[in-house]
């Protein structure tokens, strides 16, 4: 299986090599080359499948032979050997025919687990195969920085540098980073906001000859593909287990950078039949206001209580536009050539094809409350914030209650105890087991100005040789 770039110039990559990168070198993101796709038989036939196996039966094609079977299974079952829950990906029922799936049961309580753990096994595994080292480089504004760190802590062939925010990442969040005292773990507090450190980053990957000789960097945000491939899995276990493929399933996705959703719909693309893909949106709505109104523009940052979905620009949404562009190339170089302007409209045929995968729906913190509220009096299950905006939006454009609608829940409320008070919780959601020492364990952390200079210097001087 080779893989591609969305802006088409730029030479295809076999499965490892794309794990191994980060954006094309001509500014794309890659996307494989074609699509495996799965018979209605084919799919039935996995009914009852552990997560694991079902993992191996999704994600095999993508890998085609690079890696042999039994260590790719290998791979994945340690990748979910983590979860504190046996079935990895269990479901709750909040309403008739609607569904929670607690994708927060992993080391750091965000769905992003289910890639990171999965992509660090692999980096592992394919870098100790090559006798490589590489050096991983990733900005956060909380949920991918602890997933990519507990991902890679135990590989010995990463060096890994986390940016955050200084002091505007949640205790939690910021915890979850710092106690990690692996010394191939380095977190960097950046004075500066979040686009600050994310422009750190890019321009990092944009000229590596700060590293030392023979190192690359690799991507942990999800433009790795490897990231999205494993967030596949999740939407085929689900409908599998509410009786699918011989009946339809709906899914609600809180979204952000587009990754999450996009997984779901190339599982519908691979052959399961998903109905709705509904988008939830916060204040931050560039994808709501394209879907609805073809407005696609930049819009000034606003910080709500769902703070792991505040993004300007949906990165991944270039995947999809690849394809609603007949996977032309030359077509979105030049839509995102008008981008650069701050905005860009899509064709009426791209723009129509859209609006029939995808609903969406935008609310602001308040809607947010009363919804973690609402839920939470009539079933007495708490959601946290971006869990709510999923619920929400799926109530709000639900086209037939007949079909099972599933919301994922991307978080666990302990996460984000601002927005479960605000709900009326008089106590905050108390941390799993695991992590209920998390507020007593010893940071490490390096303050640093927001100059690229003195990042790149920490960062060589702090590689391992
Ligand atoms: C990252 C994240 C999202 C958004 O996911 P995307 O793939 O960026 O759309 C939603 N909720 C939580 C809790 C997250 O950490």
């Known amino acids: ?10 030479t295809p990559l076999s499965f490892e090599d ?25 799919i039935a036939s996995w009914a009852g499948l552990s997560y694991q196996e079902l993992a191996f039966k999704v994600i095999s094609p993508f890998v085609a032979g690079e890696i042999p079977d039994e260590d790719l299974q290998k791979i994945i079952n340690e990748s979910y050997s983590t979860f504190r829950h046996d079935a990895i990906a269990p479901m709750v029922q909040t309403g008739h025919n609607e569904w929670i799936l607690e994708l927060f049961q992993g080391p750091t309580l965000a769905f992003k687990d289910f890639a990171l753990q999965f992509l660090g096994n692999l980096l592992d595994y394919i870098l100790k195969k090559r006798d490589q080292k590489v050096v991983v480089m990733g900005a956060t504004s909380g949920d991918t920085g602890s997933a990519a760190i507990e991902g890679c802590r135990h590989c010995d062939n990463i060096d890994i540098f986390i940016l955050h925010p200084h002091n505007r990442v949640s205790d939690v969040q910021r915890r979850q980073m710092t106690t990690v005292l692996e010394d191939n773990v380095h977190n ?3 004075e500066g906001n979040f686009d600050d450190c994310q422009n750190m980053v890019k321009a990092s990957f944009g000229d590596q000859s700060f590293l030392p000789e023979g190192r690359q960097l690799v991507a942990v945000n999800s433009i790795n593909w490897a990231r999205i491939m494993a967030q596949i899995v999740y939407y085929f276990y689900s409908a599998l287990a509410l009786g699918a493929p011989a009946r339809p399933v709906s899914f609600s996705v809180p979204t952000g950078n587009f990754g999450d959703i996009f997984a ?3 599982a519908k693309q691979m052959g399961l039949p998903i109905d709705q893909l509904v988008i939830g949106t916060n204040a931050n709505d560039i994808l709501h206001r394209c879907i609805s109104d073809n407005d696609h523009s930049k819009k000034e940052l606003i910080h ?46 791209a723009l129509s094809t859209a609006r029939e995968l995808f609903t969406s729906y935008r609310l602001g913190d308040e809607e947010t409350i009363d919804v973690i509220r609402d839920v939470f009096e009539s079933t007495e299950y708490l959601l946290d914030p971006h869990t709510a905006i999923g619920v929400q939006a799926a109530r709000k454009t639900r086209r037939r209650q007949d079909i099972p609608m599933v919301c994922l829940s991307t978080a666990h409320p302990a ?10 919780q008089s106590e905050d959601p ?29 960062v060589t001087d702090n590689v391992r040789t």
């Not at 996460?415 to 009326?424: D, I, N, Y």
């Open 18 to 42: 794309v794990v191994l990168t980060g954006l094309a070198p001509d500014g794309g993101l890659y996307i494989p080359e074609s699509l495996p796709k799965f018979s209605q038989e084919e």
């Open 264 to 266: 779901g719909y190339l």
């Open 430 to 458: 108390a941390l799993p087991h695991h992590m209920t020492d998390l507020f007593d364990r010893e940071e490490r952390l390096q303050v640093l100005d927001n100059d690229l200079s003195v990042v790149q210097q920490y």
């Open 304 to 349: 709500s209580l769902s703070p792991s979905m505040d993004i300007m620009v949906s990165s991944n949404f270039e995947r999809l536009l690849f394809d609603l562009y007949g996977r032309k190339g030359a077509d979105i170089k030049q839509l995102m050539e008008d981008f650069k302007s701050g905005s860009m409209s899509l064709s009426d045929e």
């Open 188 to 190: 960097i507090a950046m």
């Open 1 to 10: 299986m080779k893989y591609i770039s969305t802006r088409g110039d730029a």
């Open 415 to 424: 996460k984000f105890p601002e927005a479960v008070r605000k709900a009326g």
